[in-house]
Structures are given as structure tokens and as C-alpha cells.
């Protein structure tokens, strides 16, 4: 109720702007997101009467399925504490499983927005549930506010003089994961639910697991998220189930493990495949798999001695992926092009022109071995939003631009000078008309982008007049042959001239 009747609560129109269709009015709630309110003057708040939004509609919606699970109530009771996940109070190997949803990174202050229905719960429950809402005696946080010097987040802000950072998070982390250790039977589970859009957010989850000696025996993706909420930034999340690492694991080399890891991978891939599974989140569960292959070895070494990394393995599992899809462009296999076309082609079919953020966008560069300082600018175009892939005219060619920027030199020149200033181009770049890549890099930007693109409208006229084009080339070659001869003729004139 309280969402639905403070101010800042809006309503919120069904219906169509003719009149068509069912046209109710509803109360809206005051959250503008997930971590978020919306204070402002357009408010409503729920009154009398029946209907949605209103005290009786909301006493409804909340009650009812409250009564459902009451009257279908089975099984024993349980006891339920509230305790901190880096002293958990219990006695060693004394739990049989640990089942947890950690905070995702940076993606939602959780106390900060649940604080709003703090203060009001504890008016009302301070006597009810005293060991939840009693005043804390001995600190420095506000009795009617939480503690939040332990809430394992990376927060934008600073509280209680504990700077909530990505070192604290790791630190932490890894700190409830070692006090989930130490509870546990040896025979024990850890369930860890997760789902970031930031390969940096799993790379500090699995690090931390790792640190607590805990190894991954399982993984699947779940479909947890909706896409139409507005709140979440991820579809789906990964479930992963975890055991104590046997106390003698064996130690492996890094090529060994390299081909288990892309085995296992491409395996899952398959079924995610069938499975209807977005390619975005294949990307992020096949963390699982290549964490279960890298689980089973104490060490993993390179071939100069040293350890190979949980980063590594990561982004192996990631190319694992991509390779798994067996892309190809015109029936010419992705591998077959050069790494930034790769990167390039990749990354629109993921995203498209969407922005990226910056952890996911290094992500996909390492994948083709590229560095993400060498693609901004030159393909990568940065903003506080993220990355966003370029698709206007890279400036000038030559034999060594990639397929992928010939291709958007194509269309600028179309629009500046057609058939010419295209065949110009290719002459430029030392390309044939007959190159098939650089065909098939043009019809894979064209399919990805909306008919009326600026960018695909021109390169469909390139294709449309690839014969002219071919043409051109001859003449244009010709050209700048004849143009390249001409001052060393003019000099050998003007010097008999002299003589």
C-alpha cells in the first residue's frame, strides 16, 4: 500500500489515445525503477472506493495470495535469522547447504531503496519484531534507517566512512564465501545465484569463489529476468552450484585445460542453442562450464611456470561461444576475416548500435586478441553510457584498413560521389571488385541495420551497382596511374628545356 499511496505515485492510462481499446486508469506505485523513487508533485494517492490502485483493490492483490499459502500450508517450521554473511552464527561443518543471491556489483543500492519501507514497518513492528526494528545502540547510524557498513555492494556514495568500492566488494565477497566454507558439512552445497552485463562483476564473483577454495560442479541459465519491467539490465541469470575443492586435485597444463574448456563450452552451446538461449547470454553462461573444467585443478600452468589466470579462462569461454555459432558471412567462416572485421561483425549482431558497457566491450575485443584502447576512436566511439560501434567513414584507406572500414569508407563515398567515389575507395584499399569478404562484410551491414539507415540505404545502392563499380575500377586504377607518371615527365621536359 504504501507504494501506491505516497506521494509521487502517478496514474498510469490503459487504453489507446483515441479511445479504442479498455481505457481504465490505474494507480501506479512511486518507484520510477527498481532502486529508485520518484518524488515529485504529479502524485495520486489511493482512496476510497473500489477498483485498482484503490485501499480495498491493494488490500486484495496483497492479501490473496497470502491467504492461497496459508491454506495450502505444509511441511515443518522453520526458524529464520537475521545475521551478517561474514559471521554467520553457526558452528563449523554444521550446515548442509548454503543457498545465496549475492548483490549484483553495482547494478541496485538494495538498502537505500528498501529504507523507504523501513521507517514505516518499524513504526508499526518495532514491538512485534524487536530483534529487526530496536533501536542499534552503539553506532552512529540513524535508529530509523539500516546499517549499511557491510552491504557488500559497489555504491556511488559513501556511508558510515566505509568506502564501498570494488576492493571492498571483492574483499568482502570473498569473506562471506570463506564463512560459507566454514559452516558447511564436507559433504555440504553452495547455490549461488547471479547475472551481471559486466564481465569485471563475474570475474570478482568467480575470483572470490575460488579464493574460498570452492569449485563449480554445475551451471545453468535461467530466465529470471523480463525485458518489459524496465528495472533489469540482464534476461537471464546463472544458476551455479558449488562443492569444497578436494584437498588433492591434480595440477594441469594451460593447453590441456584450453581444450576441456572449449569442449565443454561448445557443448553447452549446442544445447543453449536448441534451447532458444540469446547469444548475449550464452556469452555470460558459459562462465559456468569453463568454471568447472578450471575447478578441477589446483594449478593451471603456462609454459613459462606461472599460473594461467581465472581471466584467462573467461575469455576463452567467450570465444568458445562465438565459434560454437560457426558465423559465417556468405558462407565464408568468420575466422577468415581480419580481427577488427571480426570484432566489428561480432559485436552488431550482439548489439547492434546499442551502447556497451565498458568491462563487456574489453571483453569482446580480448576475444580476438585485440586491446579495447587500439578500437576506441577508430571503431568504438565512447560516451558515459558506454561504447557504441561506428558506422560512418573511418577518414582515409589503404591496404591495410581492415575489410570492415573499407566497407563504411563505401558508404560515405556513395553518398559524396556514387559509383566513382566508391570504385576510388577500392582502388584506395588495394581491393579487387571480386573481393568476397568485402561483399560479404556489405550485405552483413546492410541486414543488420533498419531499411531507412542512412548507412544501409547507401550500401544497398553499392550493391545494387556493384557492376558499374567494377567497371570503374579499371578506369579509376588507370587514372591514378597516369597521374602518378605525369610529374616525372613534366621534370624530364622542363630539364631539356634548360639544356
Known sequence: MLKHAT??????????????????????????????????????????????????????????PLAAHLRGKRGRPARLRRANAMALPFRDGTVDAVVTDPPYYDMIEYSDASDYFYVWLRRGLVDAQPDLFADTIGTEVAPDLQNKDDEIIVRRVFNGGVRHDRE???????????????????????????????????????????????????????????????????????????????????????????????????????????DGLALTDQLMAAYGPAMEVYGRYSSVLLPNGKKAGLDRYLTLARTSVRDATALKLDQLPLETFDAPTRFAVFWQRLYGRTDVPKGEARFLAQVDNLRLEDMRGALLTESKKGFKLRLDAPGLVSERSS????????????????????????AMADRQASDAHLWAVVAEIVRQLPANDPVAKALTAVQRNAGTITTMIQYVAAAAAAEADAPTQLELSFGEDLS
Not at 562483476?201 to 568467480?206: E, G, S, T
Not at 572500414?405 to 559509383?419: F, I, P, Q, S, Y
Open 168 to 274: 571492498f566488494y571483492e574483499r568482502s565477497l570473498s569473506r562471506a564465501f570463506h564463512e560459507a566454507r566454514r559452516v558447511l558439512r564436507p559433504d555440504g552445497h553452495l547455490v549461488v545465484v547471479f547475472g551481471h552485463s559486466d564481465p569485471d562483476a563475474w570475474l570478482r564473483l568467480l575470483g572470490a569463489l575460488h579464493d574460498a577454495e570452492f569449485v563449480v560442479t554445475s551451471a545453468w541459465p535461467s530466465r529470471t529476468e523480463t525485458s518489459n519491467t524496465g528495472v533489469a539490465s540482464i534476461k537471464v541469470t546463472v544458476t551455479i552450484g558449488c562443492r569444497v575443492a578436494a584437498p588433492q586435485r591434480p595440477i594441469a597444463t594451460a593447453a590441456q585445460v584450453d581444450r576441456e574448456v572449449a569442449t565443454a563450452v561448445k557443448a553447452a552451446a549446442k544445447q543453449w542453442d536448441a
Open 403 to 426: 575489410t570492415f572500414d573499407v566497407a563504411r569508407a563505401m558508404a560515405k563515398a556513395w553518398d559524396d560521389g556514387g559509383t566513382e567515389a566508391v570504385a576510388t575507395i577500392l
Open 7 to 64: 506521494r509521487g505515485a502517478k496514474l498510469r492510462a490503459h487504453g489507446k489515445p483515441d479511445g479504442s481499446g479498455q481505457n481504465r486508469v490505474q494507480v501506479d506505485h512511486i518507484f520510477s525503477n527498481e532502486a529508485s523513487l520518484a518524488f515529485q508533485f504529479d502524485f495520486f494517492e489511493a482512496g476510497i472506493g473500489e477498483g485498482p490502485g484503490t485501499w480495498a483493490g491493494l488490500t486484495e492483490t496483497g492479501m490473496t
